[in-house]
């Protein structure tokens, strides 16, 4: 009797013990992943980085720069001898004038 | 944080845009445009499984490719102008030579180049590095860059947790930087050199992000979500500086009403119709969660000026172009004229022409 009373109680501090073991590993687990999420922050505050009210003026001053007919605050109207779509107006007229040529004609 | 820039457009100097050309000739949706590198030809894609090469000054048309996959999600033309590339739900990147002038010998025959299989999911967009690779983003979650030389895929690139809907190259390094946007609602920074991922940023909590954009300088991208949200990020910030509400284009031009899921109109995360007239449009609701996963509401497409200054922004829910001062945060005017939501608005090359492709099945040229 006693020696079954023993037996039932090792079984029960096996159980024990293994779902210490199973908590344990879940926990250091979970310690692994946070450490593994820490080291990514450090390397990502380790970056250098400018300001972003420095990027942001480097920004407005590549949109002051760069030649851009779609803003005439800054660049003034387009020229109408550069706008390709109004000449472009005027061969369509030309082309239907005369010749054909330059266009598969789709019906 | 916002911008302070004293230089707003006033009342007098807000760029006005004209309608010059309208492309007809496709029957059902135009799904996606390409400007040719010479400014003048473009190039469109639409679901009646035909793609043409305009004139856009004129508007005739100079050559017709009859398309092995009709549901494109996406073209792109190669920077020698020699190639243009499709990709689409069939899974494969489909590249076919590309003739701008009309040429007899070749007006039936279409010459495919190469055709590229390898993604296990649709094709969402693609976009070319170089005259001979293209970088594909698919629903499989990963990108794939091809060689056309070669003929096959250099690398694989994995990383994003969820659908990759869209790609956009580097405007200065072309050959080598990436970016890409997923429904994981991140936004990965990608070196062809390198297998993994070398940067990644969260652009959403809540929603996808389906549609980026490099800003024309390299440093800065710009984003758009599901909400209808749009982003600008900075890569040497390393975050977000700025911010263009959808509230302000509900302002403007008022709360669109949900008659897109009414019209039984699915729309998949990468700016396509998925069927038009077959579902049965009594029985969708908005709640349902097929179609909130088909469904992509917010921002389709977006391209900057040559300059950065102005965004064009097409978003599901309107049927005209928001024109956005990406400095001020204001929107500075808008593309009006199209009956039906704009699928692709692209500006060319040089700046001076805006094509906008709809699924109204034209295809309108608009300048200054």
Redo the contacts between chains.
């Keep these: 009797m006693s020696s079954n009373n023993n037996d039932e109680g090792g079984d029960a501090d096996r159980g024990k013990m293994l779902r210490i073991l199973q908590l344990n590993k879940m926990k250091s687990m979970k310690l692994e992943r946070l450490n593994q999420y820490n080291q990514r922050l450090k390397t ?1 505050l380790g ?1 250098e ?4 009210s ?3 003026l ?3 001053k ?13 660049w003034g ?2 020229p109408p001898e ?8 005027v ?2 007229l030309r ?1 239907e004038d005369g010749s054909n040529e ?3 004609v ?1 019906v | ?1 916002s ?1 302070n ?1 004293n ?1 707003k ?2 009342s007098s ?1 807000t ?1 006005i ?1 004209k309608n ?2 309208t492309l007809k ?1 496709h029957y059902n949706k135009v799904l996606s445009i390409s400007w040719h590198p010479d400014n ?1 030809h473009i190039v469109t894609a639409a679901q009646d499984g035909f793609l043409i090469v305009w ?10 490719i009859q398309l092995d996959d009709p549901w494109i999600t996406s073209t792109d033309i190669s920077p020698n102008g020699e190639l243009i590339a499709t990709g689409g739900l069939e899974d494969a990147c489909i590249v076919y030579k590309l003739y701008t ?2 040429n007899n010998n070749q ?1 039936n025959s279409k010459s495919t180049v190469s055709i590229f299989k390898g993604h296990q999911e649709y094709i969402s967009d693609l976009s070319f590095m170089s005259n001979n690779t293209i970088i594909t983003s698919s629903g499989d979650r990963s990108l794939i860059h091809w060689d056309i030389n070669k003929g096959q895929k250099t690398r694989t690139f994995y990383g994003h947790l969820g659908d990759v809907l869209s790609v956009s190259v580097h405007p200065l390094d072309t050959q080598n930087i990436f970016i890409s946007s997923s429904s994981d609602r991140f936004v990965n920074v990608w070196d062809v050199r390198v297998p993994m991922k070398i940067r990644s940023f969260q652009t959403s909590i809540t929603h996808d992000c389906s549609s980026l954009k490099f ?3 390299g ?2 991208f710009s984003v758009g979500c599901d909400d209808g949200s749009l982003k600008l990020f ?1 890569l ?4 977000q ?1 700025g911010n263009y509400g959808f509230d302000l284009v509900h302002k403007k031009f008022g709360v669109p009403r949900l008659n897109q899921i009414e019209k039984g109109q699915l729309i998949n995360s990468s700016s396509i119709l998925i069927d038009d007239n077959h579902s049965s449009s009594g029985l969708i609701s908005i709640n349902s969660s097929m179609i909130a996963a088909l469904d992509n509401p917010g921002v389709l497409s977006i391209d900057f ?6 965004m064009f922004v097409s978003y599901a829910d309107y049927s005209n172009v928001v024109v956005w001062d ?2 001020t945060g204001q929107i500075v005017n808008s593309l009006d004229g199209h009956k039906d939501v704009i699928s692709k608005v692209q500006v060319s090359k040089d ?4 094509a906008t492709g709809s699924r109204d099945s034209l295809t309108k ?1 608009w ?2």
């Design positions: 990502e970056r980085r400018v300001n972003v420095n990027s942001s480097l920004i407005i590549y949109t002051e720069n760069t030649w851009d007919y779609l803003v005439p605050v800054i109207a387009l550069k706008n390709r779509y109004q000449r472009g107006q061969k369509t082309k330059g266009c598969c789709i | 944080m911008i820039y230089q457009f006033q100097t760029p845009f010059y050309v000739g003048v004139d856009s000054t004129t508007g005739f048309k100079k050559s017709l002038e009309p007006r800003f024309p300088d440093n800065s900075d040497r910030s390393d975050c500086i000026s040559k300059s950065g200054r102005l990406t400095i700046g001076l022409g805006i040229i300048s200054i």
